[in-house]
């Protein structure tokens, strides 16, 4: 677990703590939902999602929860596994959330405009990156080996961040694209 960590770090650094350890207190536990009954977007094409344009914010403004953006049996198929329960964090609501899972797995959600700051730390902080046409409007991939690495993806209003320990690049981006077209 200690050599998953020591791979893992290097990847959740640069995507989670791009904005810095600034505002809130991290806990929005009441803000998450039961994972076998996680909000669903509307992807079925039926107008239910699209009302006013924003129905994508959460509650008071806030970034879409990650965890409730994929649910549990669509996570699980699309990572061969179980990841294991999810547990979301929002140090600062308006700008980032993340979704830590059991399996090591992670998910974020973050404003666009911050996407080129995190790609560019993402480079900084070693390992393969490589961009990713087709997915969204901008997507690169950072390989850190073993099938550990890290897929992020920008969206219109968000980018999103898949942190994998196993699986590689192929399962990171089906994530990514499932968690982009929640949005």
């Known amino acids: 677990m ?14 989670t703590f791009v904005l810095g350890a600034c505002g809130g207190d991290g806990d929005d536990s009441d ?25 994508s914010r959460g509650d008071g403004g806030e970034v879409p929860d990650p965890c409730t953006l994929i649910r549990q049996s669509e996570l699980t198929f699309l990572l061969d596994g179980d990841p294991g329960e999810g547990t979301e964090q929002a140090p600062v609501p308006d700008q980032r959330r993340v979704c830590t899972y059991d399996s090591g797995l992670i998910l ?16 900084q902080s070693g390992g393969s990156v490589q961009e990713v046409p087709g997915i969204g409007q901008a997507a690169v991939w950072q390989e850190i080996g073993g099938g550990a690495g890290q897929f992020v993806a920008l969206g219109d209003e968000y980018f999103i961040g898949v942190t994998l320990s196993s699986g590689g690049q192929t399962v990171g981006q089906f994530v990514a694209e499932a968690m982009l077209a929640a949005l």
């Open 31 to 55: 803000a998450r939902s039961d994972d076998d009954t996680t909000t669903e977007t509307d992807a079925s094409g039926d107008g239910d999602d699209s009302d006013d344009g924003d129905d």
């Open 108 to 123: 974020a959600v973050e404003v666009a405009a911050n996407y080129q700051t995190t790609v560019d730390l993402i480079g």
């Open 2 to 15: 200690k050599r998953l960590l020591t791979l893992i770090l290097p990847l959740v650094l640069p995507f």
